[in-house]
């Protein structure tokens, strides 16, 4: 994330604590960072991933 987004996200907490009303440019640019840093899994990702935990917690070494 940069440093600017870390910024602005940080900023929509606060006037979230603070309830405070985001106008429409806020919420323009609250969706463009979800969209940018919130990756989205398919049911194959998700089920590849069970498989690949539960066939790999039997090889632990002691």
């Known amino acids: ?9 940080e900023m929509f907490q606060k006037r979230d604590k ?3 009303e ?9 969706e463009a ?3 940018r840093y919130v990756v ?9 991933l069970f498989k690949k935990l539960s066939s790999g917690s039997g090889d632990k070494k002691e």
């Open 33 to 35: 960072m979800h969209i």
């Open 40 to 48: 989205r899994k398919t049911k194959q990702d998700i089920d590849a």
């Open 22 to 30: 985001l106008d429409a440019i806020s919420v323009a640019k609250l």
């Open 1 to 9: 994330m940069s440093s600017t987004d870390r910024y602005d996200f």
């Open 18 to 20: 603070d309830e405070e």
